[in-house]
């Protein structure tokens, strides 16, 4: 199976009780799973967040079946994603150079192996 691979970045609030309540919300098994479902449903094979301070980097592998505009008509849809999305942005912040409203921003690959 071909998979593409998207990364993306966003900041947490830079307090540490709401950064260890984000993780807690993140840890293995805890994700709401109608969350992880809204994924998988997308075409998203596998999604890894990573960070450091309050920076975070996000690496999805997706199948064939993902396109990104219909994730976010998928995810406007579903209320249980926007339940989530709304209890995330008590933790996240835009990066300063993003859009109004905009929170995972895609990178720009510079280098490759």
């Known amino acids: 199976m071909m998979t593409k691979r998207y990364c993306y970045a966003c900041d947490l609030k830079d307090n540490s009780k709401l950064i260890a309540e984000y ?3 993140h840890a293995a098994g805890k994700a709401w799973p109608e969350i992880t479902k809204s994924i998988m449903d997308a075409g998203i094979v596998d999604m890894q967040i990573y960070l450091t301070g309050n920076r975070m980097f996000m690496i999805m ?16 849809n579903n209320p249980k994603v926007q339940e989530w ?3 995330m942005w008590n933790y996240q912040q835009e990066l300063p150079w993003a859009k109004d409203g905009e929170k995972w921003i895609e990178l ?6």
Request: aromatic content about 10%.
């Open 23 to 25: 993780k807690a919300y």
């Open 61 to 76: 592998e997706v199948d064939q079946t993902f396109d990104s505009a219909k994730k976010a008509e998928m995810d406007a």
């Open 85 to 87: 999305e709304n209890l």
């Open 108 to 113: 720009d690959q510079i280098f490759q192996l």
